[in-house]
């Protein structure tokens, strides 16, 4: 039975096509999730439990104790008394007045009262490993939420009071929502109030053109805004997870248009989304098509000088890999290296890791056999899971209970236009980078000569978001001990992974500490970082835009023609392109 491993080493993979057209065949009823892989570590961690009287005795005294809190509880409960949920995750779901009164604040005290216990069951099992008590926490917490009685309208006061207030028609309305929901779905339509945000016109509106087009990107360029811009360009490398236009959004949030206003020539790859023709495309492809070939392209159409290159996600890990293979070649191309939400020690993977073991691997590689790719739906529905409450509960029961119909904004448009995954390269992407962090440990091979990040000096500004489900900013913050950069800035902002680097300009409700560690200096510690560096109110753009003015070329220069004719760089068309377009 394979059960997750802290030290994760060697590579999983389903060889035969019999097992993996089992494994794929498995996978369509267990949504992609490995009995093997979650059933090893509720093994692991039942049987060390088994055979530990102390915890035993432990959670016998716990149990007991809050049988008799709750026992004392229920008789104040039947006077008013609210439930007590301060310092769980449950205290705001129950903070309203609504729940004092009995018998509801009976249903939250128990309801909170048992998670405690079921949450605190499954830590700190002695000889337990780790990993495996992860796996089985997130599912004890995702198994709650199934018995949480603010998800159900018969115990939900604050439901129960708006039914009666409006006499059933916000249930009218949730039908309604519900009908017009499932035959989008059907269609295969976006959420409803996508139509409002159209790809070219509403966002990634950016004026520009297709400069470079080959069978896994388009490089646009955009058109100036400025008579006279920086000398050194800035080539932007996004996730091919995602469509690069979470970088281009609506004018006030389009991180280029804002680079650009500045008076900086920024150049894009639009990656490909990739189908089943596609499938063996690899990491080396994404390397030698993409980002060299973009930095090839860029220093042709503005020679002789630097480029300022930015990566974000996965966009970022594969920079620092190309950054690496550029420092081993002795090219000086880049002037700096800045990463968003961008991981290059795995180490620390955060809530991601529930879905990094072999068998889990095995699974989802089995999947992406048999498909050539994987569905931009399946990896929403492993993000989906991370947070179940706040991506599937309360938008359900607000849609479809209390009839409510929340507005699409840019960001949601753009987050329901998915990409896919190409097979071979998102295999090995999770084998080498997630399983047996290779990046980190000075083993990963790239077009086939190993790499090793510490030869990367140029400065880098590195950003990570305080509530990163996808990349925990203490793990994106590991690079400044791989690197040896001349100096290494790290931007801690507030906000998510999307919505804390889509800030725009002029954020109110933002805020962002600041610190730089020069070459030779010890970098703070995570913890040290928080209580030294103090936060600054507002978004973090004005900053980073002041930090690549200081490292670029004092005297402006008149903008670069579009694209470079003469080499073979003709304007193909305007931005934002076709790959984008693609389904």
Known sequence: MDTPQKKKTGRSVVSDDVSRHFLATLAQWTGGLSPQAFGGAWINVLARLATSPG???ELARSALAKALSLAQYSGAAIKGEPPRAEGTPYASRFA???WARFPFNLMAQGFVTASEFARDAVRNVPGANPDAENVVGFTVREGLELLAPDNYLPTNPQLIRQTIDEKGRNLLRGAKHLAEDVNRTMKGLGPIGVENYQVGEHVAATKGKVILRNRLMELIQYSPQTETVYAEPVLIVPAWIMKYYILDLSPKNSLVNYLVSLGHTVFMISWKNPTAEDRNLTMDDYLTLGVRAALDAVTTVVPKRKVHAVGYCIGGTLLSIAAAEL?????????????????????????LSIFISPAQLAMLEAMMWKEGVLESRQMGGAFQLLRTYDLLWAPSLATYVKGERTGVNDLMSWNADGT???????????HQLYLNNDLAEGRYVANGEPLSLSDVTVPMFVVGTETDHVAPWRSVYKVGKLVRSTDYTFCLTSGGHNAGIISGPQHPKRRHRVHTTKAGARLLAPQKYLEKVEPTPGSWWPTWAKWLEERSSPRKVAPPAMGAPKQKLKPLGPAPGTYVLEK
């Not at 939400?341 to 795995?346: E, G, K, N, S, V």
């Not at 190409?422 to 999770?430: E, P, Q, S, W």
């Open 55 to 57: 915890r035993q005795g």
């Open 327 to 351: 420092a081993a070649q002795d090219d000086e191309r880049l002037a700096t290296i800045t990463m968003f939400a961008a991981q290059t020690d795995f180490s620390e993977p955060g809530e």
């Open 96 to 98: 309203d007045p609504a």
């Open 420 to 430: 896919r995954m190409a097979y071979r390269m998102h295999t090995d992407y999770l």
